[in-house]
């Protein structure tokens, strides 16, 4: 584990961001290879990330010219049920059908509670994940506000859920927006009485299909979660290391998975398994 040894080089995991303690700004740690670097320490000055041309597995850690789905070799891409479109949709996961890429995976990821909530990253949307994910989920989403509305019992039950949701919300960020940072708090807690009640008959339908207590409406309060950034970016322009491998400039914020600099913003997550230089 080094800290603030720099210049630091290793591949690119996304970064750990844990929420402030009491209304503080979230915490970014950037993560390369085995170093860790305290991000929020660097709000202000020059820094540079240039990529070496390596690219690692996240996953078995192989070299591999191409990263897919944001960070895996091709075969590791084929393989694996993480990297599998029911994870994205998953409405339809196929387990049932005895067609899982890993049975015990999906045993351990998609067999456990899930839960439906309603964020504000660029405006109302609607969204899903593991219990244990949250809050992590959201502050990768750079969403400044979210409320859990309803735990399921799988990750199906759950894209079930919002596929239903979808019908009246969002699902989606618009990142640029996001970013600037002009997005208007919502009252969460307004938004879910009004969705529960437009949605009563799909969710009765689904509780129909999985039992009665198979969709639960939780009570819990709105999270207000906040980001460490001196200066919003007016105008959005993206950088990519795989069009311009080195990258300076003075970081500006941190939010969700990205780097605001001076010059443009870079969504690190993008970038798992490139192996950088960073100082
Ligand atoms: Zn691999």
Same mark, same amino acid.
């Given at each position: 584990?080094g800290e603030l040894?720099?210049?630091?080089?290793?591949?690119?995991?996304k970064?750990?961001?844990e929420?402030?303690?009491?209304?503080?700004?979230?915490r970014?740690t950037l993560?390369?290879?085995e170093?860790?670097l305290?991000?929020?320490?660097?709000l202000?000055?020059?820094?540079r990330?240039?990529?070496t041309?390596?690219?690692?597995?996240?996953?078995?850690?192989?070299?591999?010219r191409?990263?897919?789905?944001?960070?895996?070799?091709?075969?590791?891409?084929?393989?694996?049920?993480q990297c599998?479109t029911?994870i994205v949709?998953?409405?339809?996961?196929?387990?049932?059908?005895g067609?899982c890429?890993?049975?015990?995976?999906?045993?351990r990821?998609?067999?456990?509670?899930?839960?439906?909530?309603l #964020?504000?990253s660029? *405006? @109302?949307k609607?969204?899903?994940? /593991?219990?244990?994910?949250?809050?992590t989920?959201?502050l !990768?989403?750079g969403a400044?506000?979210a409320l859990p509305i309803l735990?399921?019992?799988?990750?199906?039950?759950?894209?079930?859920?919002?596929?239903l949701?979808?019908e009246q919300?969002?699902?989606?960020?618009?990142?640029r927006?996001?970013l600037?940072g002009?997005v208007?708090p919502?009252?969460?807690r307004?938004?879910?009485e009004?969705?529960l009640? #437009?949605?009563?008959g *799909? @969710?009765?339908n689904l509780?129909? /299909?999985?039992?009665?207590?198979?969709?639960r409406?939780? !009570?819990?309060?709105p999270?207000?979660?906040d980001?460490p950034?001196?200066?919003a970016?007016t105008?959005v322009?993206?950088?990519?290391l795989?069009k311009?491998?080195?990258?300076a400039g003075?970081?500006?914020?941190?939010k969700?998975?990205y780097?605001?600099?001076?010059?443009?913003?870079?969504?690190?997550?993008k970038?798992?398994?490139?192996?950088v230089?960073f100082?």
């Amino acid at each position: 584990m080094g800290e603030l040894i720099t210049p630091l080089r290793g591949c690119l995991s996304k970064m750990a961001i844990e929420p402030g303690a009491s209304g503080a700004p979230a915490r970014y740690t950037l993560r390369a290879g085995e170093h860790r670097l305290d991000l929020n320490a660097r709000l202000g000055q020059p820094l540079r990330l240039a990529h070496t041309g390596a690219i690692a597995c996240t996953h078995c850690g192989r070299a591999t010219r191409k990263s897919f789905a944001q960070g895996y070799c091709y075969p590791c891409f084929k393989r694996l049920a993480q990297c599998d479109t029911c994870i994205v949709r998953p409405e339809t996961c196929h387990f049932h059908a005895g067609t899982c890429r890993e049975p015990e995976w999906g045993e351990r990821h998609c067999f456990q509670p899930h839960v439906v909530y309603l #964020a504000n990253s660029s *405006g @109302l949307k609607v969204g899903i994940t /593991r219990k244990t994910q949250v809050p992590t989920r959201w502050l !990768d989403q750079g969403a400044i506000q979210a409320l859990p509305i309803l735990e399921v019992d799988t990750r199906q039950q759950s894209g079930f859920v919002e596929v239903l949701f979808k019908e009246q919300v969002a699902d989606r960020t618009n990142w640029r927006a996001m970013l600037k940072g002009d997005v208007a708090p919502l009252d969460l807690r307004a938004e879910r009485e009004r969705l529960l009640a #437009a949605l009563d008959g *799909g @969710l009765a339908n689904l509780r129909e /299909r999985f039992g009665l207590d198979a969709v639960r409406v939780l !009570d819990a309060e709105p999270v207000t979660l906040d980001y460490p950034v001196l200066e919003a970016p007016t105008k959005v322009v993206s950088l990519n290391l795989d069009k311009t491998p080195e990258i300076a400039g003075t970081l500006l914020g941190l939010k969700g998975q990205y780097l605001i600099l001076d010059n443009g913003v870079i969504n690190l997550r993008k970038f798992t398994g490139y192996e950088v230089v960073f100082e």
